[in-house]
């Protein structure tokens, strides 16, 4: 009677419960401590030191202005043509690509600083420049476009035959407009007033500037006289 009572009583039933959550905790303990395939292991993470941080830069390299500026290759692509600020003033740098190395600083006549410029073949320049213009007792600050031949030799300044105004009137060259230049570098097309008296107008003649040779002038198109009026300045 006691061993059945035991076998089907509620001592049996409690214990067997008892033992099955005793197991079960013992099986999910040991999958726990097993790791998942494929699953990183905090083990496994390498804590890497922080890189040393480079040095800061200095302010006066971010707040200063290059002394260089609009710099162009040459067609052929043997020289490197760019404008410099010189103590001085602006001048034009005519610079090797190859190795670095300036082979002309050009300087404008009469005061004129270099501000823009324009390749016209591999040996010829239009060199936009800024500067006074005396007439009587007035000075006037004007715009000139001259013409730069880059001779060959060693000397790194230019003589005054190789640098020449493309248009004499100072203040039709100040709004003059360049319209293009042949690929060649031969002649340039440029816009301005067909009368030195009315340098300022808003309908301006084209010509064709030849750039060797005699420097001809030709007038390739009239100013437009009434009706829509083209701004070249």
């Known amino acids: 009677m006691k061993i059945a009572t035991w076998l089907t009583g509620p001592t049996w039933g409690t214990g067997a419960a008892g033992l099955f959550l005793m197991l079960l905790g013992l099986v999910s303990a040991q999958l726990a401590a097993q790791p998942i395939i494929g699953q990183t292991q905090f083990s496994d993470l390498v804590v890497e030191s922080e890189a040393e ?42 610079v090797s690509p190859d190795t ?35 007439r009587g007792r007035y000075r006037y600050r004007v715009r000139r476009v001259f013409v730069v031949t880059l001779s060959d030799g060693s000397s790194d300044r230019l003589s005054d035959g190789d640098i020449r105004p493309l248009i004499e009137d100072p203040f039709l060259s100040s709004y003059a407009s360049i319209l293009g230049i042949s690929d060649d570098g031969d002649y340039a097309m440029i816009a301005h007033a067909d009368d030195p008296g ?35 300045r």
């Open 100 to 134: 670095g190395d300036t082979v002309k600083n050009i300087f404008l006549p009469d005061g004129f600083e270099a501000s823009s410029f324009a390749w016209a073949g591999n040996d010829r320049l239009l060199l936009d420049g800024t500067g006074l213009h005396v």
């Open 198 to 232: 009315d340098y300022d107008e808003n309908r301006p003649a084209v010509y064709r500037y030849d750039l060797s040779g005699d420097f001809g002038i030709y007038l390739a198109q009239e100013a437009v006289r009434g009706g829509k009026s083209l701004d070249c």
């Open 53 to 94: 941080r480079p040095a800061l830069l200095a302010t006066t390299h971010l707040a200063g202005q290059s002394i260089f500026r609009y710099a162009k290759l040459s067609p052929d692509g043997s020289k490197l043509a760019m404008i410099r600020e010189f103590p001085i003033r602006a001048g034009l740098s005519i």
